[in-house]
């Protein structure tokens, strides 16, 4: 049994080169370590208030666009990844204003009574909207279709 982590085996590789060795993987698995697509949609990755939320998930969606027009799925996916993690890290902090959701004993901790009225929340609705449209496209699951062939072969 080998070592090595999934993130072990996502290091030093350029997938816009290699989109072959490139596994969808999990929920936002490899998000933050898949180069070069990292370090390109990252800058505009931002959901700490509903405006940043808005002006990061419509740039995100607009490197998703320009990465359709060039049928690179690694990106495609990584987009939608990013914008998933805004999603899910908006409502991370709606329902935890800390960030932490368990004790140090595993145990949830219970949410924050005014979770839904939260600048958090509002930014989580607007990752969310994006990331529907973009898992949902018709070009995504296209290119999807195509590169899980290519791996299966």
Known sequence: MSDTTYADNYRNIDFRKHPEKYKIGRGEQGVLIAEPYKSEILPYWKFATPD????????????????????DFVGMDMARKFLLMGFTRSRRYANHSSGVKYTKDHKII?????????DKAKSA??????????????????????HLGKLNK
């Open 110 to 118: 219970t949410q924050d009574s005014d979770w839904r009225k939260s």
């Open 52 to 71: 940043m939320a808005r002006e990061s998930s419509a740039k995100i969606y607009e490197l998703f666009q320009e990465y359709a027009r060039h049928d």
């Open 125 to 146: 609705q607007i990752f969310y909207e994006t990331y529907v449209k973009v898992k949902d496209s018709s070009e995504y699951l296209a290119l999807k279709d195509k």
